[in-house]
């Protein structure tokens, strides 16, 4: 089991950057694919990127790609997420998840655990 602690959200202009992270407990962090969902208000929860164990491989929402940054410090049991060229349309609450799986997932329903989320707002 492994228990996932968010940090890094808060208030940002359009175009500003924030870096998210995730603090994995448990020696097993490097054994799992993790990902990065979101879920704003009224909407459901969305995928935004995905890595396998060793970071070799990502995969993010289009919405996305070009933008964000995920990674991974197997070492420091800490999963991040860069946000640059931030846009309004990019705030909600950012979730980390772990899934036990090999390949990264898009799905939620893939994933075996979860974090509580940090809030990330966009201003215009």
């Known amino acids: 089991q492994v228990q996932l602690v968010e940090s890094g959200g808060g208030l940002v202009q359009a175009g500003g950057s924030l870096r998210l992270s995730c603090a994995a407990s448990?020696?097993?962090?490097?054994?799992?694919?993790m990902g990065w969902f979101r879920q704003a208000p009224g909407k459901e929860r969305e995928f935004v990127a995905a890595?396998?164990?060793?970071?070799?491989?990502?995969h993010y929402a289009d919405f996305v790609k070009g933008r964000f940054t995920i990674s991974r410090d197997n070492a420091k049991n800490t999963l991040y997420l860069q946000m640059n060229s931030l846009k309004p349309e990019d705030t909600a609450v950012y979730y980390c998840?772990?899934?036990?799986?090999?390949?990264?997932?898009?799905?939620?329903?893939?994933?075996?655990?979860w974090g509580q989320g940090t809030q990330v707002t966009v201003s215009s």
């Open positions: 890595i396998n164990w060793s970071g070799g491989t990502t």
């Open positions: 998840a772990a899934d036990h799986g090999l390949v990264p997932s898009t799905t939620a329903q893939a994933y075996d655990y």
């Open positions: 448990g020696r097993t962090f490097s054994t799992y694919v």
